[in-house]
């Protein structure tokens, strides 16, 4: 008997977060999906034709329908699902939510900025990652509070994925520390239970993997530019 | 119904997303213009994070990002609804959105910088129109919203009436009208809607405001 076509499947690639993002959302919902991975140097044409304008992952295919954008699979998912909501229902504080999952968008490119580069280039790319981290540390995480979504994390935790693993690992292989445990406390206390949650820890790239992509993709990119 | 204050700037196409917003579902605000030379305590107040502009004031808290306040502005007043119902579409608009969010910039960037930075600019800005053209906008449709205006169309705002003003100013080509037919239907159906005319600013206003920026920047590159 043919198996069902699976009627959720994620296009994603190991070393992205965004992928995670997706990732983590949908096993918290516990929604069942196929995941493909996806051979960045040699796109699949079904990549290519559920993100013709990006050509990026992650993708989300529900009944044949593409999704892109992490921030948009993530809010299709909490509207399709709604059970174990992933955002507050308060218009305002969803609105607080967004905020800061669209900084988090927007700012997390610093970090993966940090391996691409070298030089004044990463200077101030660690320069954009501290002011990133101070701006979370002094308004966007509140003093008792486990999480950014309370005493369970909501899409906003997802959001910071990068910040929450991708950071220490290019800290660690670029040689830098900018994420300071004396200067950062609430946030480092919000990676330890970010880390501690089941989800998260079981479905996270691992740490020497990772570096040996880094540095594979480092040596490229700054060949590339000395040509 | 709670008061409502919008902290903006008048030459920003992301404060003329929230005053589109506010004026197609009616909603009375109070407006505040914001000196961008010398922010308010209160801007400093409401946006910590970035102290930008537009900032939405309802009832006494800020919602900032001009993508959250249009959200936030749906969800409170539902009437007109500014996004699609379905799940699906409404994820392919918000797409779109954030898109628009993030390839605006370059239009912004045109007129600050010159020389062979501003090639590289318009030729990204380029590349976006291109995009819209072929993935963004359907043959037939009006507007990205259907027959109606929607939260896309207004998202695009910069490229309807923004695009325009800054190639005069710095001379620059990046839209043609007979390379994106869709494009320039949709900005002159757009710039048609009543609420729309009402909120974009004043053409020769903007092009006195750009002209004066583009010569100070070259002034200040050939000091």
């Given at each position: 008997?043919?198996?069902?076509?699976?009627?959720?499947?994620?296009?994603?690639?190991?070393?992205?977060?965004?992928?995670?993002?997706?990732?983590?959302?949908?096993?918290?919902?516990?929604?069942?999906?196929?995941?493909?991975?996806?051979?960045?140097?040699?796109?699949?044409?079904?990549?290519?034709?559920?993100?013709?304008?990006?050509?990026?992952?992650?993708?989300?295919?529900?009944?044949?329908?593409?999704?892109?954008?992490?921030?948009?699979?993530?809010?299709?998912?909490?509207?399709?699902?709604?059970?174990?909501?992933?955002?507050?229902?308060?218009?305002?504080?969803?609105a607080v939510?967004l905020f800061w999952i669209k900084f988090a968008d927007d700012k997390?490119?610093s970090?993966?900025?940090?391996?691409?580069?070298?030089?004044?280039?990463?200077?101030?790319?660690?320069k954009e990652c501290s002011e990133m981290l101070e701006a979370m540390e002094e308004q966007g995480l509140?003093?008792?509070?486990?999480?950014?979504?309370?005493?369970?994390?909501?899409?906003?935790?997802?959001?910071?994925?990068?910040?929450?693993?991708?950071?220490?690992?290019?800290?660690?292989?670029?040689?830098?520390?900018?994420?300071?445990?004396?200067?950062?406390?609430?946030?480092?206390?919000?990676?330890?239970?970010?880390?501690?949650?089941?989800?998260?820890?079981?479905?996270?790239?691992?740490?020497?993997?990772?570096?040996?992509?880094?540095?594979?993709?480092?040596?490229?990119?700054?060949?590339?530019?000395?040509? | 119904?709670?008061?409502?204050k919008l902290l903006g700037a008048w030459v920003s196409p992301y404060n003329c997303r929230v005053?589109?917003?506010?004026?197609?579902?009616?909603?009375?605000?109070?407006y505040m213009e914001e000196d961008l030379l010398n922010k308010s305590p209160l801007l400093l107040q409401y946006n910590p994070v970035h102290k930008k502009i537009p900032v939405l004031v309802h009832?006494g808290r800020s919602i900032c990002e001009s993508a959250v306040i249009?959200?936030y502005?749906?969800?409170?007043?539902?009437?007109?609804?500014?996004?699609?119902?379905?799940?699906?579409?409404?994820?392919?608009?918000?797409?779109?959105?954030?898109?628009?969010d993030?390839?605006t910039f370059?239009?912004a960037?045109?007129?600050l910088?010159?020389?062979?930075?501003?090639?590289?600019?318009?030729?990204?800005?380029?590349?976006?129109?291109?995009?819209?053209?072929?993935?963004?906008?359907?043959?037939?449709?009006?507007?990205?919203?259907?027959?109606?205006?929607?939260?896309?169309?207004?998202?695009?705002?910069?490229?309807?009436?923004?695009?325009?003003?800054?190639?005069?100013?710095?001379?620059?080509?990046?839209?043609?009208?007979?390379?994106?037919?869709?494009?320039?239907?949709?900005?002159?159906?757009?710039?048609?809607?009543?609420?729309?005319?009402?909120?974009?600013?004043?053409?020769?206003?903007?092009?006195?405001?750009?002209?004066?920026r583009?010569?100070?920047?070259?002034?200040?590159?050939?000091?």
């Open positions: 008997m043919a198996e069902a076509e699976a009627v959720v499947k994620l296009l994603g690639a190991w070393l992205s977060p965004y992928c995670y993002r997706v990732i983590w959302a949908l096993k918290l919902k516990a929604i069942p999906y196929e995941y493909i991975e996806e051979d960045l140097s040699a796109k699949s044409p079904l990549l290519l034709q559920s993100n013709p304008v990006h050509k990026k992952v992650p993708v989300l295919i529900h009944d044949g329908k593409p999704i892109s954008e992490s921030t948009v699979i993530l809010r299709y998912i909490e509207e399709i699902w709604p059970h174990n909501p992933s955002l507050p229902t308060d218009p305002y504080d969803k939510a997390s490119p970090i993966s900025k940090l391996y691409r580069s070298d030089g004044e280039e990463q200077q101030q790319a660690a509140i003093e008792g509070k486990k999480f950014f979504g309370g005493d369970e994390i909501n899409m906003v935790d997802i959001a910071f994925c990068s910040v929450a693993h991708w950071l220490g690992v290019i800290e660690e292989f670029a040689g830098l520390k900018i994420l300071e445990p004396h200067r950062f406390p609430k946030l480092s206390s919000w990676i330890q239970n970010f880390k501690s949650v089941p989800v998260i820890k079981e479905n996270l790239p691992h740490r020497d993997k990772m570096i040996a992509l880094l540095k594979r993709r480092r040596e490229v990119l700054l060949a590339s530019k000395s040509n | 119904m709670a008061a409502v005053i589109c917003a506010l004026k197609l579902k009616g909603i009375a605000y109070e009832g249009l959200r502005i749906d969800e409170t007043w539902p009437e007109n609804p500014l996004l699609p119902a379905d799940p699906y579409e409404r994820a392919v608009a918000l797409f779109w959105i954030k898109f628009a993030d390839t370059p239009i960037m045109m007129y910088i010159t020389g062979e930075e501003q090639k590289k600019a318009a030729k990204e800005c380029s590349e976006m129109l291109e995009t819209i053209e072929e993935h963004g906008l359907v043959e037939g449709k009006k507007f990205f919203g259907g027959d109606e205006i929607n939260m896309v169309d207004i998202a695009f705002c910069s490229v309807a009436h923004w695009l325009g003003v800054i190639e005069e100013v710095t001379g620059l080509k990046a839209f043609e009208p007979h390379k994106f037919p869709k494009l320039n239907s949709w900005i002159l159906n757009f710039k048609s809607v009543p609420v729309i005319k009402e909120s974009l600013p004043d053409i020769e206003t903007m092009l006195a405001f750009f002209k004066g583009r010569e100070m920047v070259l002034a200040s590159k050939s000091s």
